[in-house]
């Protein structure tokens, strides 16, 4: 049973979208859900590479600027990021402010968070709990072409 915990990220979820644990975190991932033209969810996983939570209240994130995602971001807006793994059930519900900045093959986000969900074991569950989260491997050398050009996207400003 999930409960709301407001339009803005708890700080300990803020410190790990922040990208200070970067290596840490590297080999999870996190879908992303959009919303495609035929209003049915559009999953993409991400990792915590392409997230940066700028504030409590915005998350950028890269994506493919030739994506079904940018796409989709760009004509509906919605977003739901969701992160599952053993210590935490999360689901950020987010609307995409404004047109993406384009960066090479990147296009870059900002997301507003509008609702921030904690999922817990409901009545009857007790004891229930996730063992695992999704991975991937190999993870990604932080001074590879790609996360230089993904971390970079993140953090450039409009001009």
């Not at 796409?71 to 047109?99: F, M, Q, S, W």
Request: proline content about 8%; glycine content about 8%.
């Amino acid at each position: 049973m999930s409960r709301s915990l407001g339009a803005a990220l708890p700080p300990a979820l803020q410190a790990r979208l922040s990208q200070k644990d970067l290596p840490r975190l590297l080999g999870r991932g996190l879908p992303l859900l959009t919303v495609d033209d035929r209003g049915r969810p559009h999953p993409m996983f991400c990792s915590y590479l392409e997230l940066l939570a700028v504030s409590a209240t915005v998350i950028r994130v890269a994506v493919g600027a030739r994506s079904s995602t940018r796409r989709n971001l760009e004509a509906r807006g919605a977003a739901t990021l969701l992160i599952v793994e053993p210590d935490i059930t999360i689901y950020v519900k987010c609307h995409a402010a404004g047109a993406p900045l384009l960066a090479g093959e990147l296009a870059r986000f900002d997301l507003r968070v509008e609702d921030v969900l904690e999922d817990a074991a409901a009545e009857g569950e007790e004891g229930a709990r996730i063992t695992g989260g999704v991975t991937y491997a190999p993870v990604p050398p932080l001074d590879s072409d790609w996360a230089r050009a993904t971390l970079a996207a993140l953090r450039l400003e409009p001009a």
